[in-house]
Nanobody, 129 residues
Framework: QLQLVESGGGLVQPGGSLRLSCTAS????????IGWFRQAPGKEREGVSCISINAGMTNYADSVKGRFTISRDNAKNTVYLQMNSLKPEDTAVYYCAAVSVTIRARCVIIAGRYDDGYWGQGTLVTVSS
C-alpha cells in the first residue's frame, strides 16, 4: 500500500517546539518533492513549506519563515518539519504531500501541484497554554 504517514503532532505551549515526520511506505521518496500544508478549523488549507528532491531548494510561507525548518533523510524515507517558537495561530492539522518531479532542485508550496501525488492523513498540532 502506497501511503504517507505523518507523526509528531500534539499539544504544546506557545514558544515551544515540535518536530513532525512524514514517512513514506510502499514507495521511495527519492524522486519526490515534498510539501507541508496545514488547515486550521474554519480556514482554508495553506502551504507551509516544501523541499526539493535533492534538498537544494526549500521554501517557506512568510508566516513560518525563521521558525520552521524542513529537511529530508532519503535513507529513512522521511521528511521532517522542525517547528520552533510556536504560536497559537500555528494550531492546525498538518499534512505532508509528495509529488514526482523531474527537476531535482525545485519545489513549490501550491497544494494543486501535489494533486497527482500522495497525501497523508494529517497530524494535529495544538498550540495553547
Amino acid at each position: 500500500q502506497l501511503q504517507l504517514v505523518e507523526s509528531g503532532g500534539g499539544l504544546v505551549q506557545p514558544g515551544g517546539s515540535l518536530r513532525l515526520s512524514c514517512t513514506a511506505s510502499g514507495f521511495t521518496l527519492d524522486y519526490y518533492a515534498i510539501g507541508w500544508f496545514r488547515q486550521a478549523p474554519g480556514k482554508e488549507r495553506e502551504g507551509v513549506s516544501c523541499i526539493s528532491i535533492n534538498a537544494g531548494m526549500t521554501n517557506y510561507a512568510d508566516s513560518v519563515k525563521g521558525r520552521f525548518t524542513i529537511s529530508r533523510d532519503n535513507a529513512k524515507n522521511t521528511v521532517y518539519l522542525q517547528m520552533n517558537s510556536l504560536k497559537p495561530e500555528d494550531t492546525a492539522v498538518y499534512y505532508c504531500a509528495a509529488v514526482s518531479v523531474t527537476i531535482r532542485a525545485r519545489c513549490v508550496i501550491i497544494a494543486g501541484r501535489y494533486d497527482d501525488g500522495y497525501w497523508g492523513q494529517g497530524t494535529l498540532v495544538t498550540v495553547s497554554s
